[in-house]
Nanobody, 126 residues
Framework: QVQLVESGGGSVQAGGSLRLSCVAS????????MSWFRQAPGKEREGVAV????????TYADSVKGRFTISKDHGKNTLYLQMNSLKPDDTAVYYC???????????????????WGQGTQVTVSS
């Protein structure tokens, strides 16, 4: 059974930093994709930092480029999201997701990810 457990959320003031972690367990093989999404109240879930292929090429939402960095420790099966210069608009529940690649490409949309963590709340105050 695949499990994704996020941690690291919290409340910070604008300009602050947080690092989110997501530990994956139970995936049937070592070749899987993981990415970060977020959902603010009243909004759709959006990709924040999405790994698009098995080499690790990453794309970021325009709103977080230059401020957020995704990374993965394969040995620990852990995905990270370093968030710097946080803004009130970054307030949301952050989710990690896992899915199987097709050939060398990771799932392209949130609908194609099979597994989701429970989410961790990030609140940024002005």
């Amino acid at each position: 059974q695949v499990q994704l457990v996020e941690s690291g959320g919290g409340s910070v003031q604008a300009g602050g930093s947080l690092r989110l972690s997501c530990v994956a367990s139970g995936y049937p093989d070592s070749r899987y994709c993981m990415s970060w999404f977020r959902q603010a109240p009243g909004k759709e879930r959006e990709g924040v930092a999405v790994i698009i292929d098995t080499v690790g090429t990453t794309t970021y939402a325009d709103s977080v480029k230059g401020r957020f960095t995704i990374s993965k420790d394969h040995g620990k099966n852990t995905l990270y999201l370093q968030m710097n210069s946080l803004k009130p608009d970054d307030t949301a529940v952050y989710y990690c997701a896992a899915g199987s690649p097709y050939r060398n490409y990771c799932p392209a949309t949130r609908y194609e990810y099979s597994y989701w963590g429970q989410g961790t709340q990030v609140t940024v105050s002005s």
